[in-house]
């Protein structure tokens, strides 16, 4: 019988070999509680067409959009899931105006868990990909710092990040700072088993990712940019592919190489990304996987959030192509 790694098993293993004493499991119990979360998300997703599930739920967000059915219900699904473990200090979501905090004495509620419950939610009722991003911080010790300062570390303090993307796979992919893994959703036992190890971004790619639809009110250097890229001068040809699900633009980058742009635009002069739980697990992600993630010009995992929705102008992707924007964003 061929040996399968959940992801359980796999940060047991990491822990193990990194901290050379037998891992606490208690990150490997937060992360089931993700896990768990990600599969009851996966089984309404399937089910979506045949269940009252898609469409609008009927109210906004605290990011002024309509929430989705599947916005609430997975908001739901992780916030029942990791409110029981009892390592979680706190929970912030993209759905959430407010933290859900735990008043849980800071030995045990080491943990802030910050996500994107479903990313690309404009995308569920024509059954595209979408997905669930999670960012996870430790609580600073308290004299060094409230739970609520705990919330706006900057993205070099996570300890772990990951998404699952829910396509024709369902693939989670996750690092804790060692390699990137990604992990896929075995149906038949209900598992999330070891796909693939130490996943590098190609160094260049053939893919350019961006809403060109907005480039008009980009400004101008990067649009000079792109027209580099379309007329081979970073040495190759390039094709355009945009899904404008964040998770399925990111894992086609991780996987293919390339570079993905989301920069000001005159609807969001700041960018339309979140800073806490999009941009920073990906760039997290794209680091750990030999890639870059920046604002444009800026890391993005050094920027100092100043709030839990914040949002940042975003660029990730292969580093010949990061190299490239950098230079032509500071001329
Ligand atoms: P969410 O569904 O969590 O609000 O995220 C949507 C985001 C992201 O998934 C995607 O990259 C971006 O919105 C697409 O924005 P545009 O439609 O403006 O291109
Ligand atoms: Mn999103
Ligand atoms: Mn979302």
């Known amino acids: 019988m061929a040996m399968i790694t959940t992801v359980q098993q796999h940060i047991l293993q990491q822990q193990t070999e990194i901290t050379g ?6 990150f490997s119990w937060l992360l089931s509680g993700i896990t768990l979360a990600a599969k009851m998300i996966e089984a309404k997703i399937r089910a979506a067409g045949l269940s009252d599930i898609v469409g609008a739920y009927g109210a906004e967000n605290v990011q002024g959009e309509q929430q989705q059915k599947l916005d609430v219900y997975a908001n739901q699904a ?4 990791l409110g029981l473990r009892d390592s979680v200090a706190a929970l912030v979501s993209e759905e959430d105006a407010e933290p859900v905090t735990f008043n849980r004495d ?5 943990y802030i868990i910050v996500f994107d419950p479903l990313d690309g939610s404009s995308n569920i009722d024509v059954n595209v990909n979408v997905g669930t991003i999670f960012s996870v911080l430790r609580r600073l010790p308290p004299e060094h710092g ?3 300062e705990s919330l706006l570390q900057p993205g070099v303090r996570q300890v772990a990040a990951g998404y699952v993307v829910y396509g024709p796979s369902t693939v989670l992919v996750y690092s804790s700072g060692n390699g990137v893994h990604s992990f896929t959703l075995d149906s038949s036992i209900g598992a999330f088993v070891l796909s693939g190890e130490h996943l590098r971004m190609p160094e260049q790619g053939g893919y350019y990712s961006a809403n060109e639809a907005n480039a008009g009110s980009w400004p101008a250097e990067y649009r000079a940019f792109l027209e580099t890229v379309r007329s081979g001068g ?4 390039y094709s355009s592919r945009y899904v404008g699900s964040l998770v399925a633009d990111f894992h086609r980058t991780l996987l293919k190489g390339g570079i993905f742009l989301y920069p000001p635009t005159a609807k969001a002069p700041q960018g339309k990304l979140r800073l ?10 794209a680091e750990q996987a030999g890639g870059l ?3 444009g010009s800026g890391r ?5 959030p100043e709030g839990i929705h914040q949002r940042t102008p975003f660029c990730f992707g292969s580093r010949h192509e990061m190299d490239a924007l950098a230079r032509a964003v500071r001329a």
């Open 146 to 148: 409230t739970l609520e």
């Open 276 to 285: 806490l739980y999009e941009a920073n697990p990906l760039a997290f992600l």
């Open 21 to 26: 004493k037998e891992a606490s499991g208690t």
């Open 106 to 110: 800071p030995e045990t509620g080491k």
């Open 293 to 295: 993630a920046t604002t």
């Open 300 to 304: 993005i995992l050094e920027l100092r």
């Open 234 to 237: 970073l040495g190759r040809e």
């Open 78 to 81: 992780l916030l029942h899931c």
